[in-house]
């Protein structure tokens, strides 16, 4: 499976599929400008493989702070994850939240809502990745 | 007896206030989000809401930053009591001056019902606007703290606009988790 591989920078996370571990993740700040340009190409190789990713796979979110803008762009990137799973995949989907955070929480809330994904809630931050 | 007594905010404590005034790049947007959220903690201690009150910022700065087409910008934060106040100036064209008074309008009319329909609508349309925004920003603040957004649009010379937002908040008067 061909990898995703973008390093975090202040403004956005780091996003990684790990062929290996089968596990994508999407972690730190999202506060582009223009979240649109940066998720698009994510956006579209989950709307190209993710029919093909294997059962069992892991969606793993952890998003400290996010810009409305990001909460779009998210919503359009787990709608491809869920269209895959309608269609028969099985995924897992995590997302991370602070102790005592609403902000972490109340949008994994929208997403379950808005998507009908459910998440599981993981306690605690991850350490996004520079390297791309 | 009030068990959360020890936890009440020390009026000493219950003010800050960050002002800038100056150019909005993104390096400046991270700085300020990181030290309003700083300022936060250290004056409101850690609860729940933290990154909520945060948000509101980011928000206005993210609109700002967007939109703005003058030199500089205009931030305040202003925690006095009870109340948050976050406040913004830019200078915008016409057609993004009237799209911040009619999103700010268009809340005022709402009951807080419509706004969350009106939030979800939003998120689920397809596609960003051309400046790369989610015209989401003004409803997702008013999801959160209701309807105390105001916007101020006051014509400069070249068809320019100053536009002014203000959202306010109301704290409460506890430290949760403190």
Redesign the interface.
Known sequence: MEPINIGATRNTPSIHFNGDTHTFTVIGNSIPENAGEFYTPVIDWLRAKASSLPDGTIFQFCLPYFNSSSLKALYLLLMEIKNAMDAGKHFEAIWHVEEDDDFMSEAAETFTELTGMEFILHSGILPATTTG | MDTNESSRIDPELEKSLLEYQGNLT??V??QL?DLLHCIALCNLG???????L??IA??LL?NA??YNSGPEVDFRWRIDGSTLVVTISNRANRTDAERLMQAVTSIQNMTHEQIILAF?Q???D???GE????G??M??IAKKIGKNIKAEVRAVEDGEFICMSQVSAELGGYI??A
Not at chain 2, 131 to 134: E, I, L, Q, T, V
Request: proline fraction near 0%.
């Open positions: 993104s390096d947007r991270l989000l850690r609860r729940s809401d933290l990154k909520k945060v948000g980011l928000e993210d930053q967007r979800r939003q998120l689920t397809d596609g960003f400046k790369g925004g989610a989401l920003g409803l997702h949760k988790g």
